[in-house]
């Protein structure tokens, strides 16, 4: 157990942050998830509306620090590809 003020707090948010995380990494993880089981429904008008969630959240968790631009850039670009398979295909 630390001793030092300092340790304690960096203790305290590392909790508080390791927290947020995980909130955070499933909700993205659902998101995407919305999408593909709706491709994969073939239910083409609510793949659309899960990729504009999808678009939505990512993009703000851009803004909020949790994500990188680029990588919410990919993620959405790859759900957008999938969603657009679809037309495609049928």
């Known amino acids: ?3 030092h003020k300092s340790a304690l ?3 305290r948010q590392t909790a508080k942050r390791t927290e947020r995380n995980r ?7 659902n998101i995407a998830k919305a999408v593909r089981e ?3 429904a073939g239910n083409k008008e609510a ?3 899960a990729l504009k969630v999808a678009n939505r959240e990512l993009h703000k968790f851009v803004s909020k620090g949790v994500l990188k631009k680029n990588t919410a850039s990919r993620k959405v670009a790859r759900l957008h590809k999938l969603v657009n398979s679809m037309s495609e295909a049928a």
């Open 38 to 40: 709706a491709v994969e």
């Open 47 to 49: 793949a659309v509306e």
């Open 1 to 3: 157990m630390a001793h």
């Open 9 to 11: 707090k960096r203790i």
């Open 23 to 29: 909130f955070y990494r499933t909700r993205i993880k």
